[in-house]
């Protein structure tokens, strides 16, 4: 999927579309924002000034402490791993 949304990205780029970069944007989830269960990924053209954005509520960036960080790591790595 990623191979071709790069293909897509060059010809967005080659095309006159404006473009001065290109976002991915791959939604997995309600939390997500998928309504409907699918894979699908954006490729969205960008340019300086476009009002494209994500926001994040100020305590996402909150970074959780190194031992809570290992933690999740190792759920991740066996989770993988299976």
């Known amino acids: 999927m990623f191979k071709a949304a790069m293909v897509v990205a060059e010809g967005l780029r080659k095309s006159g579309v404006?473009?001065?970069g290109?976002?991915?944007f791959?939604?997995?989830g309600e939390a997500a924002f998928q309504e409907i269960f699918h894979?699908?990924?954006h490729v969205i053209p960008r340019f300086r000034g476009d009002g494209f954005e994500l926001r994040f509520s100020p305590s996402y960036g909150t970074k959780p402490g190194r031992k809570e960080m290992d933690t999740i790591a190792e759920?991740?790595?066996k989770a993988i791993s299976k």
Do not use: F, G, P, Y
């Open 18 to 20: 404006k473009c001065e």
């Open 22 to 24: 290109v976002s991915l």
């Open 26 to 28: 791959l939604a997995d």
């Open 39 to 41: 894979v699908h990924l």
């Open 75 to 77: 759920q991740i790595r």
